[in-house]
């Protein structure tokens, strides 16, 4: 209909940021990050070529090593604890208990806060001497020891608690969503069937809520990537290097060391994870469309 | 409808729930309420501690213990951290305004023509802009910074403001796309055979009965921006340093003794806006949250 054909033009400027947006700040920044990561850029950015050598110089580095490490086994932690607890939290809550308004404001709450503010609280009370462990040793067991935070070995696991206390509540709150979709039915027929509440949650009703678990999965595992605020507020990095992670390997090269080409690669190195995990959605997605 | 990872579930738990058993103390029920009840214990410690602590005096931290509530409750910290902190408030403020607002009316812009208007490429670049959202702020962190200073702005309270709407605008655009897809498309063309063209449709008939999306961005973009610590230090240079950064400045770059209740008193200052909305709005914020959670 011709009618419709008049001011094609304007959608098209009305996402003129949004395209640009996209091609300068994403796209823009991303390639830019890339070209940089095979120069020899210091302090300022450099077209000085050297090839792959930042990432041979990256995986020489202990510094970077250790942090992919750490980011290993807080992600590994911190994506099934969250997903546990978030998984129990919703099924219990799920059993008509009393309070449930209450219950889900107080596990949820903590996703409200930042990390900044939370990570220092958690830093006290962690703090050996004065939290937890004073509080404990207090009460009469003055050989009790929880000092996790200044351990060169067991520091990230604070991070992970501390983490898996703000993001649970929100795999709580998508796993109930969840869960309150599932038809009542199922219930009725698997009690007549004699079928313990535990085998049904776990047997039945779990894999029915696949695309939650999946989507939560997926939150999780950018969050686990872009750790950043946590490991500042509680740690530093410390001690020494201990709880160094790449998303603040990557800034201390950026904005301290001046080590703008090292930074880039690092920042790369990072991207591929991501991209991993978006391939299959982005197919997924595509097949979808077809079909 | 939408067809990506990122769709808010819907978050309703009003539906009827799954147990309709009769209430009766079994072992099994005292179980569940005692995992909940140790659970809401956990949830709750920290915030406690912040609070209790934060009314203490420095004699009475050393001396006791950290669980244990205040012998003589002063509000002398909370001065002490007000008067840390207030400027980190108000830059807070200024930056959080600006950044709710322009990127809420950019997101419904987008979303109406992505869902309505459906021009040649949207979708695809819609497809990146998501897709960017998952992508670490690192990777794009220093050509941004390099371009802002080569445009003038970098260290100011344009330079930040524009940094959170480039990247809130993969969720804010999300959200008005997937309500709109929800409006009925019929209503649309009515619009266009009466004569009304992008923006007036957009005007007069999509953003009024856009209210409840709207309430749901704010949320969403008033939390997130507060909450931000790694733009803000980055970007919005010494004098806009917003209250997170101004936070981590105060406790953790001290040297000395460190005065633990005013540091409590200080961080709940920085978490009270974020934990305002977040109790009065309820659900409201659960919305937001499911959508949102790509942030972070």
Redesign the interface.
Known sequence: MP??R???V???I??L???L??L???????L??FK?SFTASRTF?SDNFIGAAQYVRLFDNERWLLSLHNLAVYGVCFIIACMV?GF??AA??????SG?GF????????????????G???Q??LAPG???E??VQ?LGFTSFRFDWIIDQELVIYTIVIAAV?QAS??VM??M???????D?EI?KAARLDGIP?WRVYLQIVLPMLGP?V??VF??LC??V??L??AV??MT?GGPGTASEVP?KF??DH??LRSN?GL??A???T??IP?LA??AP??YA?SR??RA | MS????QA?????D???????K?RLSP??IG??A??FS??L??????Y??II?SFKSMDE?RSG???ALPLFATVEPWQNAWRQVSGGFWNSVAITVPSTIIPIL?GA??G???SF?K?RG?NL?????L??A???????????V??MARAGVFGSLPAIVLVH??FG?PIM?LLFRNYYASVPHELFQAA??DGG???RIFGQVMLPMSLPIIVVAAIMQV?GV?????LGL?FAGRDNAPM?VQ??NV??TTTGTRL?NV??AA??L??AV??A???FS?RW??RG??AG??K?
């Open positions: 009618a419709f008049v001011n094609k304007t959608p098209h009305a996402l940021p949004m395209a947006t996209v300068v700040a994403y796209i823009g920044a991303a830019w990050t940089t950015a607890l129990l939290l219990f809550i799920d059993q008509n208990v449930e219950l889900r404001t107080v596990f949820l709450y903590p996703y409200a806060m930042s990390f900044i503010a939370t220092l609280v958690w006290w009370m004065a939290g937890i004073g509080a207090s206390w509540g929100l709150a998508m109930l969503a969840g869960l309150r979709g599932v009542p219930y509440a939650t999946a989507t997926l939150l950018t969050a990537v872009k950043y605020d500042v507020a530093g998303a990557i800034m950026l904005f703008i930074a880039s690092g920042a790369v990072l991207l991501v995990l978006l959605y982005a997605r979808r469309k | 067809d990506t990872a990122l579930a819907p978050m309703t738990f539906t009827a729930p799954a147990a309709r058993r209430r099994a029920r569940v309420y995992f909940l659970a809401a956990y949830f709750l410690l920290p915030l501690v912040m602590t931290i213990n950290v669980f950019l812009i987008n109406y023509a992505l208007w021009p949207a670049l819609f497809g990146v802009l897709a960017g998952f992508i670490p702020v690192q990777v794009m962190i220093y050509p941004l390099w371009m709407v480039i605008m655009t266009r055979i063209g992008f923006w939390t507060w909450n931000d610590y790694i980055v997170t936070l981590n406790i953790n633990y540091n409590m961080t709940i920085t978490a974020p934990l909305i977040y109790f309820g914020f659960v949250i499911a959670a790509v972070g």
